[in-house]
Nanobody, 121 residues
Framework: QVHVVESGGGTAQPGGSLKLSCAASGTIFEIGFMGWFRQAPGQEREFVAGLSSGGGSSVLDSVKDRFTISRDSAKKTVYLQMNSLKPEDTAVYYC???????????????WGQGIQVTVSS
């Protein structure tokens, strides 16, 4: 069974840094997309950053100068390095991926459980 699991969240002071990881596991044939969304209390979920299988990336304008997305293909893991954190970055961050399992002729979309990021002094 395919799963994606986030790790690395927590609390940071304004100006600090955190690095999130999302690892995919299971009987995986192909990963077409892996990326990050976030949702603050009372707000809609928004796209943050993502990587396609070909290496193309897309990053939210409000964080593009501070956040970097990368991947380790061998580990089936995507990372989000977050620098110069602001209180506005406080949210639950969710990993999202389009993954084809070895048992399926098509890809499915998967969500991680979500991980809390809090930026506060």
């Amino acid at each position: 069974q395919v799963h994606v699991v986030e790790s690395g969240g927590g609390t940071a002071q304004p100006g600090g840094s955190l690095k999130l990881s999302c690892a995919a596991s299971g009987t995986i044939f192909e990963i077409g997309f892996m990326g990050w969304f976030r949702q603050a209390p009372g707000q809609e979920r928004e796209f943050v950053a993502g990587l396609s299988s070909g290496g193309g990336s897309s990053v939210l304008d409000s964080v593009k100068d501070r956040f970097t997305i990368s991947r380790d293909s061998a580990k089936k893991t995507v990372y989000l390095q977050m620098n110069s954190l602001k209180p506005e970055d406080t949210a639950v961050y969710y990993c999202n991926a389009d993954i084809r399992a070895t048992t399926d002729p098509f890809s499915r979309n998967y969500w991680g459980q979500g991980i809390q990021v809090t930026v506060s002094s």
